[in-house]
């Protein structure tokens, strides 16, 4: 069941990355652009399928500090190599920079200031 879940949820993450990308790729397809133009509803499906596989992973180890663990292994470093790649390593001097790669948002709290200098950064922090 899991593994059924996972294709769906990379179909859900693949139709987000075709919302955001429909501009290049089907500009000169008009039905596959308007298909690709529902892709946002990608991320409501993707974070209910991504927490529902959560509970049952975290339901076999209950130990709360090797799932963060493990999660900080397999999540940060990439977001941190993405970060330092997309952003150059001029942006060392910059001090959001280190706020992002903290996950302390740039608006303060602010809803409408962006919560990391990567904009992906933000599903990272949450």
């Given amino acids: 069941m899991?593994?059924?879940?996972?294709?769906?949820?990379g179909i859900a993450a693949l139709s987000v990355v075709g919302f955001h990308f429909r501009v290049y790729l089907f500009a000169d397809f008009p039905v596959l652009d308007a298909c690709a133009a529902q892709g946002f509803m990608g991320v409501n499906l993707f974070f209910i399928i991504s927490g529902f596989i959560m509970y049952q992973v975290t339901e076999r180890n209950r130990d709360p500090w090797k799932f963060i663990g493990r999660r900080f292994i397999r999540i940060v470093p990439l977001?941190?190599?993405?970060?330092?790649?997309?952003?150059?390593l001029?942006?060392?001097?910059?001090?959001?920079?280190?706020r992002s790669?903290?996950?302390?948002?740039l608006g303060g709290g602010n809803r409408d200031r962006r919560s990391s200098v990567m904009q992906p950064g933000w599903s990272a922090g949450h």
């Fill in 101 to 105: 790669m903290l996950f302390i948002p």
């Fill in 79 to 88: 977001y941190w190599l993405a970060l330092l790649t997309f952003r150059g």
């Fill in 2 to 9: 899991i593994k059924t879940l996972q294709i769906l949820r």
């Fill in 90 to 98: 001029g942006s060392l001097t910059n001090p959001d920079t280190y």
